[in-house]
Every structure is written in C-alpha cells, then in structure tokens.
C-alpha cells in the first residue's frame, strides 16, 4: 500500500480509522472544470459516511459528537466563507483509535481519532488541526483532486475511498481492492502536495486567530507530533515517509506566528471532561478500564479543581460501565461539587445523571433529570435524546409521539430520532406509523432497498389511514428513484 493518507491531513502519526471500512469556486454541476462539483463532492461524503457509521470503531457518542461540532462551528463562525458555494453543513466526529491524526472527507465530513484529543494539551492544540482540516475543504483540495474522475462514478469512487480508510486495519483486503492502473491512479490522486499542506496551515493560522485562539498551538503540537514519527521504523506506512510533517513546514508556520501577540485562551471545562470520557471509550475492556482508573488516580494528585472534575467523572464512568450506579452517583456528585463556582454548567455532566437514573430503573426521574437538563441546555441533541428515551422509559408513549414529532422536524436528517418514533409508535400500538418511521430511518441512513421493504409493510398494516396510503406512496416514488440511481451508478462503474 503505496497511500494511506485517504484524505487526511498530513499529519505525521497514522493515517484514518480502522475501519471495515475559497477561492474560485465552480458552479454547482460544473463539469468543464477539474473540480468535483459540490453536490457531488457531498454525495460522496454522504457515501462514505454511511459506511463509517456502521464502523465499530465509530464512536456514536452523544456527548463526544456534541463537543466536536460545536467546537467545529466556533471555528467556521470565524470564517464562514469556508461553508464554500454549497454552503456545506460540516460534521465532526470520532472514530476509536491509537494514532494521532485527523482526517477530512468529501463535502466537510471532518473525522478526530481518540488518541489525538488525548494527546492534545489545550484546545488551541485541538484548534489548530481542526481548523487545518477545514482548510483543506474550504480550498476544495479535495474536490481538485477527485475532479479528474468522472462524477458519475460514486460508487466506485467511495469504494476506492474506503479501501484506503481500511488500509490499517486489513492491508492484504485494501491492496486487492487498489489493484489496477485505476487505484494507482487514485492512490497519486490522495495524496495532498506540499503546496495543499502548507495552504491549509495558513488557513488554519487565519481561522485560529480569527476564533481567539493561541496560533502557537499549532506549533507546539505539530511540533510533537513531528516527533512521535521517529518512533516508527522502516516498517510504517509508506506516507509517513513520503509525506512527513516537514521541518520547513513547521518553520512556515513559526514565520507566519512571528509577530502575533500571545493570546492566552482558558480551556473549557467541557474539553477536559470529554478527555476523560475518550479515555474511557478508547478501551472498555476490563484491563483499559483499570489502566484508566489509574490515570484518573494520578490526575487527582495534581490538585487542579478542573482536573480533580475530569478526573472524578472519568472514575464515574468507569463505575457507570462496571453497573456500580451508587459509586458512579457519588463521584458523579463529587465531579460536579469539585468545580470552581464561576465554572459552566457542563451538559457532559447531566448526561450521565439522566443515563444513571434510566440504569436503576427509575423512569419518572428521569424524566426528571432529563427535563431540568433540557431547561438548563436547550441546544443540547443528547439531551433532548435522552429526554425522548425517559419518555419511554415511563410508559409516556403519547409524550414521547408528540414530542418526537417535533423533533424530527428540527432534526430531519438524524435516524436516531426516527428510531425512537418508531420505538414510541409501536408502544402505543401504531403499526403503520411504526414502519413508517422506520422507513424513514432507513432512507436517512441510505439503506433504500430496506426503506422500502418498511413502506410495503405499513401499507399492509390494519391501522393504516387514507391519509397514510397516501403518504407512503408519495414516499416510495421517492425512494425508488434513488434506488434505481443508486444502481445506474454502480452499473457505470468500472
């Protein structure tokens, strides 16, 4: 495997999870240029995203996706502009794994490895790759380089993507499915050029600054993470060595720093709690959650208030996964009392009181929690989650409809809220509607063929109204014709 970089950042520690799997903008559907066309560099991420999801090693945390993409949108509020033409809504998320790095798909899907959030000492270190990899989107280097494929090869295109997201994790599997004059072409193609890294530097530099962050993050941690690459041998992958993180890179950046003034920026109390969950999620099994605990005991030496919270909560949930509920409560409520009083009031926090309450059996507190929880975070998707599952948890079934109808208006492309409506329909006896959402979640998560097969079901169920009828045969139209473009698609492939 010659390329492992599969539209990462360059960085110079692993590549991508293991997984199973602006200038100058074109107009949309402009095909004259060398450049995907942002709808279909957004179908692709979408492609691509669908496996992903389905990865192990994807980490569908609420708390942890909640802490990158509103970290993420502090970032692009400082450079709106990096949205491009399409106005891309971008995703950051995080995928369990080792190695420090950061990736970036097609249409601003951004991808944070564990190990990197560990690794990074404040959240301008944690800035300064993000805002990197934004760089790399908002310059549409992605798009340039998979322009000279055709557009209407998706589905090979995304295939070709992922067998180099797998290459870590199976490299005999991804190296068959890179064989050909075609992968080696796609393999050159991957690669970001020196000129790409050093851009997105640059961007990166400006989006820090701009967002009031400390550019010398930047330094320090490429810095490191320059250094953890001679820990490899002659046996690491083939990029490490043909795409370093430069010495002249690195002096770019300290050049372009120079004459900005130091700015000192306070970690959030947030970025410190989700450390501790990460260490936690990295490795569940009994032997990390003791080598985790361990560190969490060593944290407390340190005597930081914020650090005494991170460790606490980290030690709350190690007792949370081990079902100990009463010592996860109490060093629940130790976190919590640990904390300065200037400090915010962290949702991470009110997650796991909510999951607690729901892990003894005690339903209507949780609606409780969950209710207080939403009135004090009322932007908060986990929360709002949870709310929806202590609902049902209570037996509230016509609650749970009402407010999930909701819901799933304000959050239309999320199954997981399709999920749980088809959760409270089938409590509350609604065949038809039940298969209806169902439906839904399985169109939202680009399963057409079983979206259907749902659809086919609700038309058959007893209780299905005209209005329903209708409805679902409205629905098929739809997704049929996705379905049958889905298969012209892999039928031009090569």
């Known amino acids: 495997?010659?390329?492992?970089?599969?539209?990462?950042?360059?960085?110079?520690?692993?590549?991508?999870p293991s997984l199973s799997g602006a200038q100058n903008l074109p107009s949309l559907g402009d095909t004259e240029r060398q450049e995907l066309s942002p709808i279909m560099e957004r179908r692709l991420g979408e492609q691509i995203m669908r496996d992903i999801r389905r990865d192990r090693d994807y980490l569908d945390d609420a708390p942890l996706i909640e802490y990158l993409n509103n970290f993420g949108a502090t970032l692009l509020a400082a450079k709106p502009e990096a949205r491009g033409e399409a106005g891309f809504d971008f995703y950051f998320f995080g995928v369990r794994d080792p190695m420090l790095n950061a990736f970036a798909l097609p249409g601003g899907y951004i991808g944070v490895h564990s190990a990197l959030v560990l690794a990074a000492q404040s959240e301008s270190e944690l800035a300064s790759v993000l805002a990197h990899e934004v760089g790399h989107v908002a310059q549409r280097h992605i798009a340039r380089m998979l322009g000279q494929q055709r557009q209407d090869s998706l589905i090979s295109m995304a295939a070709m993507i992922l067998a180099v997201l797998a290459a870590r994790a199976s490299p005999d599997a991804s190296q068959a499915l890179l064989m050909g004059g075609e992968g080696v072409a796609l393999q050159r193609q991957l690669n970001f050029s020196r000129d790409a890294e050093r851009e997105a530097d640059r961007v990166g530099l400006q989006i820090m600054r701009d967002a009031g962050f400390d550019t010398s993050g930047m330094i320090s941690f490429f810095g490191r993470m320059q250094s953890a690459t001679r820990a490899y041998t002659d046996a690491a992958p083939a990029f490490l060595r043909s795409h370093p993180l430069t010495t002249e890179r690195i002096a770019d950046?300290?050049?372009?720093?120079?004459?900005?003034?130091?700015k000192q920026r306070a970690d959030s109390v947030d970025f410190h709690l989700i450390k501790a969950r990460l260490r936690v999620l990295q490795d569940s099994s009994a032997q990390g959650l003791r080598e985790a605990a361990d560190i969490f005991d060593s944290q407390l030496e340190?005597?930081?208030?914020?650090?005494?919270?991170?460790?606490?909560y980290g030690l709350a949930l190690i007792a949370f996964k081990q079902r100990d509920y009463a010592k996860s409560q109490a060093l629940l409520q130790e976190a919590r009392a640990a904390l300065p009083q200037s400090a915010k009031p962290s949702a991470i926090f009110a997650n796991l009181a909510i999951d607690l309450k729901l892990a003894m059996h005690q339903p209507e507190e949780a609606v409780k929690e969950a209710a207080n929880a939403r009135n004090q975070f009322p932007l908060s998707r986990g929360i709002a989650m949870q709310y929806a599952d202590a609902l049902l948890a209570a037996?509230?079934?016509?609650?749970?409809?009402?407010?999930?109808?909701?819901?799933?208006?304000?959050?239309?492309?999320?199954?997981?809220?399709?999920d749980r409506l088809a959760k409270a329909y089938a409590a509350a006896g609604k065949q038809a509607l039940q298969h209806l959402a169902l439906a839904e979640s399985y169109a939202l998560s680009g399963s057409w063929a079983s979206a259907l097969d749902q659809l086919s079901i609700a038309r058959r169920a007893p209780d299905a109204s005209f209005y329903d009828q209708a409805q679902i045969d409205a629905r098929e139209r739809e997704l049929q014709a996705r379905l049958r473009e889905e298969i012209r698609d892999s039928r031009k492939s090569p």
Request: charged content about 25%; hydrophobic content about 40%.
């Open 1 to 16: 495997m010659t390329v492992l970089l599969a539209l990462a950042c360059g960085f110079p520690s692993a590549v991508v």
């Open 253 to 262: 950046i300290q050049a372009r720093t120079r004459d900005q003034r130091y």
């Open 302 to 312: 340190q005597k930081s208030r914020v650090q005494t919270a991170a460790a606490k």
């Open 395 to 418: 037996g509230r079934n016509d609650e749970a409809i009402h407010y999930l109808r909701d819901q799933a208006q304000l959050y239309r492309s999320e199954p997981q809220v399709q």
